[in-house]
């Protein structure tokens, strides 16, 4: 209808947001931590190549009658892009008073967090690669992780936390490796 035609809806982290106020060129990132107050999801090189404004967007699919889920780079993404879609930050998917999602809570188990500035778009690049695979495997996993940086940590306990989800290997030879 004409009224719903200048208006922007979708959801983030479950909430309805319904908003005419919104600047064609503000980006997807602008708009969660400067309207949302949502503040986890950073910005690093603003040019979609270090994953640290990863977020989840997921759609409908009326084809397959199921929902898609994919990794977005926030900083690239206009506002407008995910109108009818829901987003989801690393806030929407767990915190310390309610419980983390096990993908935040292994890379935290695993030591794969060192100045965290990168952490939310890693988490939420596992936390996307989980919801749309349903027999995650190691390689797959590693895939997912293209386009995140990280500069303090280093690789191996991230990518060691995020294997503990792979269904192609076994979690003891994970921790075997955790522990030498």
Known sequence: ??????KLTFFVNGE???????????????????????????LGCGEGGCGACTVTVSTFDKKSNEVQHRSVNACLAPVCSVDGQHVITIEGIGNTKKGLHPAQEKVACFHGSQCGF???????????????????????????????????????????????????????????????
């Open 118 to 180: 990168c952490t939310p778009g890693i988490v939420m690049a596992l936390y996307t690669h989980l919801r749309k695979t349903k027999k995650p495997t190691e390689h797959g996993i590693e895939e997912a992780f293209d386009g995140n940086l990280c500069r303090c940590t280093g690789y191996r306990p991230i990518i060691d936390a995020a294997k503990t989800f792979a269904t192609d290997i076994k979690v003891e030879q994970v921790k075997a490796k955790e522990s030498a």
């Open 16 to 42: 309805k947001i319904v908003d005419s106020k919104v600047e064609p060129e503000t980006t997807l990132l602008e708009y969660l931590r400067l309207k949302r107050g949502l503040t986890g999801t950073k």
């Open 1 to 6: 209808s004409a009224s719903t035609a200048n």
